[in-house]
């Protein structure tokens, strides 16, 4: 028997629409109770059990029918009234107006370790769903069930995910927009948070001036996600906003520390407590490249590119501030923070970076010789996690510094040949980072072991989990477990894993679902 410790959450605290018609319209309050679909087929292909644990359970209960039962929507736990949330967002730069949980349904918040909102995403359709059906294909949810939990294991603050299931049901994409739409196997996630609220939510009530239900939710937000802030005042809610936009930003730099490009950075995907979420066409970076995004509707104006993610964050934050100005009502106040907020950003990223390059410290020469490094990597498309696996690895001090000892270190994360202008430039910036590591004086062994905590060894890149997919769509699931497994230590030397820890192929390079997404999932 499966026994979680329900307690009230999001649905308890703000009103729920009054109109229980449960059809597709614009609503009026923060949800809408809703009833997940049930699919007489479902088949549960991979469970997280340390995301089960999370809310109580241990691995022979996530076996159970019952555990299938319950988180695939078909069995109501006793006492709980599942419901989609109301939010609306900026998308692209432009505002949208309302959105909301078009394919998400929270179930309940547990209690266990910390308190989790348990939400199935790809259960059917709610209010929210607007022309679209409120399925997910199991292409895009094998991706966010493997990337969550990878980015948790990672340390980069995210959702997790409890399971990936199968519905046993077809589902019509086009997954190219191209007019060739195909019959496709469902799938419902099953997520957790501590919160699955956004800016939207925000911007949802501040646009319907609603003050009162912003307020309200305003003082759930502190209490459950920062509870160090006392409630119900302008300053607690200029506290709020400073955490927010620290805690948004310090999300970026974790993304451009891991090579992680979201992909559609809305302000209806930016959590309120500083969480990846929302796995759609995302990517991970091969080769360095600053420009690059994944998601095939931005390719004109790569709005959500690798590189931009931080200065986008500010962006969207200036919407969340927007939003909460009618409860704050003083503009010097969150201009302030929004000031503060962009003057960090390059502090945060160079701090980041040099921590990658295994420095104690950070100064104007470090941040300078950050920017050359970034501009060679760029410029030689260097793939950027073996490079700083490489850079980790090696004892620099030991080195003799030529011109061929560097390329020969460097060779397994080189795409092609370098010129030899390029490689002087290289040499050049070796010898001057080994002036660094030497002004710093770290233990070379202490060194490599801090470096190895902030430079994974193994990513989810794009063409393993587009390999995961072609596999599952064979009705094979050993490589879902297999990457699972490996990227539980992507810090840590697994020799029986290293056919991961390689170049891209090159069948990889241009093939759809490896280096180019949509949006269809
Ligand atoms: P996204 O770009 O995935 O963040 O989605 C933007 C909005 O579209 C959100 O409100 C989603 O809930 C909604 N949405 C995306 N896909 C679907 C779908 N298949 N059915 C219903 N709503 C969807
Ligand atoms: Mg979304």
């Avoid at 995910?161 to 199968?166: F, G, K, N």
Wanted: glycine share 6%; with cysteine.
């Amino acid at each position: 028997m499966i026994q979680l410790n329900v307690i009230p959450g999001y649905a308890e605290a703000m009103p729920a629409d009054p109109d229980m018609s449960n059809t597709r319209r614009m609503v009026a309050d923060a949800y809408s109770y809703v009833t997940p679909r049930i699919f007489p087929h479902a088949r549960l292909i991979h469970t997280s059990v340390e995301a089960a644990e999370l809310l109580g359970m241990d691995k022979t209960q996530t076996m159970s029918e019952q555990f299938l039962k319950v988180f695939s929507g078909q069995e109501v736990y006793p006492g709980t009234h599942p419901y989609a949330m109301a939010y609306a967002g900026h998308q692209f730069g432009n505002w949208a107006g309302q959105l909301g949980d078009g394919r998400a349904i929270n179930l309940f918040e547990v209690e266990h370790n910390g308190r989790w909102a348990v939400q199935l995403k790809g259960a059917g359709e709610t209010p929210y769903s607007r022309h679209a059906d409120g399925l997910a294909v199991l292409r895009s949810s094998i991706r966010e069930h493997l990337c969550s939990e990878a980015m948790h294991h990672l340390g980069v603050p995210t959702t997790r995910s409890l399971c990936l299931i199968e519905t046993g049901e077809k589902v019509v994409r086009d997954m190219f927009y191209d007019g060739h739409p195909k019959l496709e196997p469902g799938a419902v996630v099953c997520r957790l948070s501590p919160t699955f609220i956004r800016f939207g939510n925000f911007e949802f009530f501040a646009a319907k001036k609603d003050k009162e239900k912003l307020t309200r939710l305003l003082d759930y937000t502190i209490n459950q996600s920062f509870p160090h802030i006392a409630i119900s005042s302008k300053d607690a809610y200029i506290d709020m906003f400073k955490d927010v936009c620290n805690l948004t930003i310090d999300l970026i730099m974790e993304w451009k520390r891991v090579g992680f490009v979201h992909g559609v950075m809305n302000t209806d995907n930016m959590s309120i407590a500083g969480l990846t979420l929302d796995y759609g066409p995302y990517g991970w970076i091969d080769r360095y490249d600053e420009d690059w995004t994944p998601n095939t509707t931005d390719s004109g104006q790569k709005r959500y590119r690798f590189g931009q993610q931080d200065y986008i964050a500010l962006w969207n934050l200036y919407q969340l501030a927007n939003a909460l100005y009618p409860c704050i009502g003083d503009v010097d106040a969150l201009q302030d923070v929004l000031k503060t907020t962009e003057m960090d950003i390059p502090q945060k990223y160079y701090t980041m970076m040099s921590k990658k390059m295994g420095l104690r410290y950070v100064d104007q020469d470090i941040a300078l010789h950050v920017d050359e490094l970034r501009e060679l990597m760029q410029s030689s498309g260097i793939d950027m996690t073996i490079f700083f696996w490489i850079l980790s690895d090696v004892d620099w001090e030991a080195v003799e510094l030529n011109q061929e000892n560097i390329l020969r270190l460097i060779q397994p994360a080189l795409y092609r040949e370098l010129s030899h202008s390029e490689a002087e430039k290289w040499h050049k910036w070796f010898e001057k980072y080994l002036m660094f590591l030497k002004k710093d004086k770290s233990n070379v062994v202490e060194r490599q072991q801090r470096m190895k905590s902030v430079n994974p060894k193994y990513v989810l890149r794009n063409y393993m989990a587009q390999l995961a997919i072609e596999q599952a769509y064979e009705g094979e699931y050993n490589l879902i477990d297999e990457l699972y497994e490996m990227l539980k230590r992507p810090y840590t030397d697994q020799k029986e894993y290293d056919h991961w820890h390689k170049l891209i192929p090159d069948w990889a390079i241009d093939r759809p679902g490896s280096s180019t997404l949509s949006c269809s999932s």
